[in-house]
């Protein structure tokens, strides 16, 4: 399905001078699908540059990048979906070879394009690490399964060795890496105890730090691509300014069998743009009629502020607000999250005025949803039911300090600006509150709900600066043929 998809939403802004001609430009993105590092649905394919990089990488360079010891058909992160062709034909041998091009263009170094491969060869070692029970003092725990036998054809042992020396992690002994992925320091009445995890919260320890790493060269991959085409206004005269035409390409909207976190940011983004579109298209249009006293007759479209309240609100609490709050208790859970929307935002049914519009209704929960822990928001292009597991891990988005303080040993100098020396979860959370996004860093912030929640606010105000036109995309079926149209699409 995602055979021509970023994945990823993004502002396109083309820079012009007062005479018209084009000076530079510059790329804002929006919400990285990193889950699909560590899960990608049947029939779906993970991010494109790992089929590129093992098809269009030349022996010598798959030798010097540990990409040798590889194989899609097996690791972690290529193997779940049973795809790892394109099926709209494109090759990606060439595709490979075009990025490659691209990025000489954008003028990253030699040192620069090899640094970038070496953390995406070391993320997919990273996927192959796998995780032997332990039991002590009657409490699972786990361990890094650094035995001789071979797993799904991957030697666990030579995949560790191959992540710790792809990011010059030299003073990092197996042990170290073993500790920041198994234990967990929790600190109680100020008494610090070491926890250990089991082998399924280990994999997911070591899945989180995969889409950190991931996410935080994403971040620094586009900071770096403005950097070579993004006009300096300093050069502009005393009474010159810039000019610009910015397109657009977000998300549409989502509805699939399992909808979780991602799904309803990127719903929440199409209720916000669809507002947008009606007040722009439909009121101001009216507007003008009256001004004019043209003879009109009145178009009524629905207005979804209800749901985008029911999304964003603050007073009441809407869902995102009530995610952060249960963020940011250290018992805080996806269940008790599900419990409290049920308790605030689920109307009784006495409640006439709800009764006697149904369609005014934006949220429920059927008794069977509420045992799940699933709950549904009635958008303005359908119903969609969201399950909560993972709510609060996806909306945090962060490393326990263990994953910190490893990532900070390495030597390797991307590596370092990714991840300082000293950061700290709780660091995090106080020193990034704001989401300035004219700073350009973009790597952290309180929660990824309320990150986005500002990164829409400032697309709308620039949108609402500008004259905007839409171009509306359809996707009428999953098979990529004409003359198909699929209901449920």
Known sequence: RNDNSSRFGKFIEMQFNFNGNLVGAKVKTYLLEKVRLSRQAEGERNYHIFYQLMKGA???????WKLDSLDLETCGMTRQSNCLDRKDGVDDESTHERMWNAMDIMGFSAEEKETIVKIVSSVMHLSNLKFLETSEGGDIGSKLDLEDAIDDGNVCKKNLEAFRELLNLDNATSEDIEKALCWRKRTVNREVFNNCLSPEAASDARDALGKTIYGRMFDWIVKRVNESIQFDEKKLGRKERLYFIGVLDIFGFEVFEHNSFEQLCINYANETLQQQFNQFVFKLEQQEYERENIKWDFIDFPDNQKCLTLIDGKKPPGILKLLDEQCLFPNGSDEKFARKLYELLIVPKGNQAQDEDEEEIVFSASPKERVENKFAVHHYAGKVIYDTESFTEKNKDQLFQEALDLM????????????????????IKSATKSFKSKTGNSIQAVTVGDQFKGQLAELLEKIKSTAPHYVRCLKPNDKNVPDEIARQR
């Open 408 to 427: 900070s040993n390495s030597k390797m100098p991307l590596m370092k600006y990714l991840f300082p020396s000293g950061e700290s979860p709780d660091k």
């Open 58 to 64: 030349s022996e010598e360079e798959k030798n010097a």
